[in-house]
């Protein structure tokens, strides 16, 4: 938790001044597609994992905790890019 404010203050920024490799989010509204972003919130790969998922809640709460930050600008890109396309 806290990596949805600038600077994040989760664990690896705040107790090991660290960076990430990269965090996995959901990406709304079906939440069946997942990205990986970097530190600085940049798209690393995007997927469609196959198998049993995470559950609903639990991908839905992924994306909420980084709603509105950094990590989430890509998401919320593709997600309104998928959006335009259904319309």
Known sequence: ???????????AH???RSRIAYKL??????????VLVDD???????????GVL???RDRKM????????KY???VDQIANSNKNKIL
């Open 1 to 11: 938790m806290g990596c949805n404010v600038d600077p994040p203050q989760d664990v």
């Open 14 to 16: 705040l107790q090991f």
């Open 54 to 56: 995470p559950t609903m």
């Open 25 to 34: 989010v959901w990406v709304p509204p079906a939440y069946e597609t997942f």
């Open 62 to 69: 992924n994306y909420k905790i980084v709603m509105g930050s």
């Open 40 to 50: 600085d919130g940049k798209l690393l790969k995007k997927g469609n994992p196959t």
């Open 72 to 74: 989430a600008t890509v």
